[in-house]
């Protein structure tokens, strides 16, 4: 704390204070400050002479006195002494301030002279610790001038250690712009440092940099083989893949048909599955397209040649020194690529099961099937024929489909047959029906079905030729009820047929289910479609039964009913088995309709 001046103090009582005062109180602290056991004597030596002095000049003054001033000398000194009193009071108060800061500045001095000293102990205590560190220091020098010496050598070696440093932002500069084989002979680079220097740290974390490029290199070249790549595009990334050594043979054999399997997949899952025709053809061209490439690229990589075929190329002794060079072959190797193709496979199989049961036309049946017929013999070119494995599956389908149709057609014939009115046609719709019937009438390869007067969906006959309309096979004076036998060059419905709504609805059913199954028309699938047809005429046979059993039929009902019976018998089962026949050669000698021929012929017998 700065010590304030006495310069800030009043000094104005001082300078009225008379001579005489001045020179009596001189006078006076001379004579207290006389004794020589006052402790303070010596230090108020110094002003020993002025004191005298103004003694002898006020001893000079008193003396020049008279008797009366020198009576009221003493009354005068005491008004200049309480004059001087209040003085210094007065002067006190006002600079009060003064006096208190510097009290609190002495206070301060002594408070900071006190730390001052402890911290010159604790001084004197470190010096000889401070010697020794600089003998610490002094005896570290040495190291210090060696390291000084080997930065002077890395100064003069800046420029080749920068380009080392260089080296991994090199890489991965080749790296993403694809220029594998600096990137590679970069990274060769760095490992032969290695080798030569394993224990430097700076060659150490280049070696650990390049492998982490290194490892990116890898994952992209990996990412490439999950793309569209071509042949000499693969034997060029799959020499990448053998120059970094990251795989054994084996595991790059996986690696390559990972990534096709992982490509294939993702053009899969991109198909659109909403439309299951749509979506079976895409999947079989990715498989046909793709499956083939992949087979292809891989037996060009990855050359296994098997021994016994070798030998068979060779002869004589020509053939026993190739068979003892060549090296032995794995098996593991060999079958990891018809392992994935099983898989591959089996992959698209589960799919074509899946969605083909959302198929139910049978033209799209029968293009389905070509596809994957016409994938099958592609992938056969590399001894991936799997025609054997669709057969079963369209089998099922088909013959579900076609069950499904005749189980609609049975329940459409019972539906019809429950609120038919036995009335006969009248006589104008029966010649309308004789003259187009006349005039429509197909020979050879015709399979219309019946129009049964606008009832009942329309079906198509074999090879896509329309059929004619029901009535097209009755001759114009042919009457109701007679026989009408099918003629093997005709195969349209007889016009008796449309007399009987029942029959024509039931017979333009299984045409449209005939149709549907002539577009995939296995030829294993006739014993078992022959066995749902014939279970469905027993079960006509045995509705009609039922019928004249629990109705009660007029006389003109019953006629007409006898009629569609013996239709049924006569004109109706014979022109299906025909035409099932068209559509499995010799069919017909199949289907045995005996069953529902002798129901027919019992319900004839009880009129």
């Known amino acids: 704390m700065e010590i304030p001046s006495n310069a800030g103090i009043n000094s104005q009582p001082s300078a009225s204070l008379s001579p005489r005062l001045s020179t009596a109180t001189s006078f006076a602290r001379t004579t207290v400050q006389g004794s020589a056991t006052d402790p303070r004597r010596a230090s108020m030596k110094p002003m020993s002479g002025s004191s ?55 206070n301060t ?23 020794s560190t600089c003998e610490t220091f002094s005896s570290q020098s040495t190291e210090v001038m060696e390291q000084h010496t080997q ?30 084989d600096e990137a590679l002979d970069l990274q060769a680079f760095i490992s032969r ?36 790549i071509q042949l000499p595009e693969c034997l060029r990334i799959m020499g990448y893949l053998r120059r970094i050594a990251a795989f054994s043979e084996a595991e790059l054999r996986l690696q390559f048909l990972q990534c096709r399997d992982d490509w294939i997949s993702q053009l899969v899952d991109e198909l659109d599955e909403t439309d299951s025709y749509e979506y079976l053809k895409h999947l079989t061209d990715v498989h046909r397209l793709h499956l083939f490439d992949a087979v292809m690229q891989y037996r060009a990589i990855f050359f296994d040649a098997p021994a016994s075929s070798t030998a068979q190329d060779l002869s004589g002794a ?11 072959v794995n098996i593991r190797e060999t079958t990891v690529l018809y392992s994935w193709v099983q898989h591959r496979v089996g992959l698209y199989i589960e799919g074509l099961k899946q969605h083909l049961p959302n198929i139910t036309e049978g033209s799209n049946l029968a293009s389905v099937l070509e596809h994957c017929m016409y994938c099958g013999t592609s992938l056969s070119r590399v001894g991936l024929d799997f025609q054997a494995l669709l057969q079963p599956i369209f089998e099922s389908w088909v013959l579900q489909l076609f069950a499904q149709f005749m189980g609609s057609a049975v329940e459409a014939f019972n539906t019809r047959l429950e609120s038919h009115k036995w009335v006969p046609m ?55 009820g007679t026989t009408a036998a099918v003629q093997p060059e005709d195969f349209s419905p007889n016009y008796v047929i449309m007399e009987h709504f029942p029959l024509a609805v039931f017979t333009n059913a299984v045409l449209s289910a005939l149709n549907e199954l002539r577009h995939c028309a296995l030829l294993s699938l006739c014993k078992p479609a022959s066995g749902l047809l014939q279970r469905s005429l027993e079960h006509v046979a045995a509705t009609l039964m039922h019928y004249r059993h629990t109705h009660s039929l007029g006389d003109s009902e019953a006629a007409l009913f006898k009629s569609a019976t013996k239709a049924m018998l006569d004109v109706v089962i014979p022109y299906l088995a025909a035409c099932f026949g068209r559509i499995f050669p010799g069919g017909a000698t199949k289907l045995d309709t005996v069953s529902s021929a002798v129901i027919l012929r019992q319900i004839l017998t009880e009129f």
């Open 52 to 106: 005298n002095r103004h003694a002898d000049a006020y001893l000079s003054e008193l003396l020049s006195y008279s008797l009366e001033r020198l009576r009221k000398e003493p009354e005068l000194l005491r008004e200049e002494k309480d004059q001087i009193e209040r003085n210094i009071q007065s002067t006190s108060v006002s600079n009060y301030r003064a006096f208190i800061e510097t009290a609190n500045c002495l």
């Open 426 to 480: 009248p006589a104008s719709m029966l010649q309308k029906a004789r003259h187009e019937s006349s005039r429509s009438l197909v020979h050879v390869g015709s399979s219309k079905s019946v129009a049964a007067a606008g009832e009942g969906p329309e079906g198509r006959g074999q090879g896509g030729q329309e059929p004619g309309e029901a009535a097209a096979a009755a001759e114009g004076g042919q009457e109701a």
């Open 109 to 131: 001095i002594n408070q900071e002279l006190g730390h001052v000293c402890g911290h010159l102990d604790l001084l004197l205590q470190g010096i000889p610790e401070l010697a």
């Open 318 to 328: 020509a053939s026993s020194l190739a068979l003892a060079a060549a090296p032995a």
């Open 193 to 228: 440092l290695g080798l030569l220097h394993p224990d430097v740290p700076v060659v150490r974390m280049l070696m650990q940099q390049v492998a982490d490029v290194g490892q990116t290199m890898l994952q992209q070249l990996l990412s490439r083989l999950k793309s569209n």
């Open 151 to 180: 930065n002077k050598q890395l100064a003069s070696g800046q420029a080749a250690l920068l380009e080392l440093l260089e080296v991994p932002q090199l890489m991965d500069t080749c790296v993403r712009n694809g220029i594998y």
